[in-house]
């Protein structure tokens, strides 16, 4: 199986930035599109932004576009999520997951990681 593990989550000031890892061991990363996914406190799941397998095509929300960036390395199966410029209402626990890009559907990913929180002050 396929197992995910996210790292890089902690307090930032907004405008700061962050860099958050998905790790992959088990059955390799490369072979799987890879997507983030946020929920804050009281909110659904909402998909952040999602890379396909070779790295040749992103999708982002409309709500951190320009903000953040999607990036993986295979030789390190290893995807990341840059997170610049960042805003009080981007606190919340980020996810990775494997599954298809498409609309980064929570329901058609097939393997997640167990979260990192982000904390943005205001």
């Known amino acids: 199986q396929l197992q995910l593990v996210e790292s890089g989550g902690g307090l930032v000031q907004p405008g700061g930035s962050l860099r958050l890892s998905c790790v992959g061991s088990?059955?390799?990363?490369?072979?799987?599109?890879i997507a983030w996914f946020r929920q804050a406190p009281g909110k659904e799941r909402e998909g952040v932004s999602c890379?396909?397998?070779?790295?040749?095509?992103?999708t982002y929300a409309d709500s951190v576009k320009g903000r953040f960036t999607i990036s993986r390395d295979n030789a390190k199966r290893t995807a990341y999520l840059q997170m610049n410029s960042l805003k009080p209402e981007d606190t919340a626990v980020y996810y990775c997951?494997?599954?298809?890009?498409?609309?980064?559907?929570?329901?058609?990913?097939?393997?997640w990681g167990k979260g990192t929180l982000v904390t943005v002050s205001s």
């Open positions: 997951a494997a599954g298809p890009c498409g609309t980064i559907l929570a329901s058609l990913m097939i393997s």
């Open positions: 088990g059955f390799t990363l490369n072979y799987y599109p």
């Open positions: 890379i396909s397998s070779s790295g040749g095509s992103t």
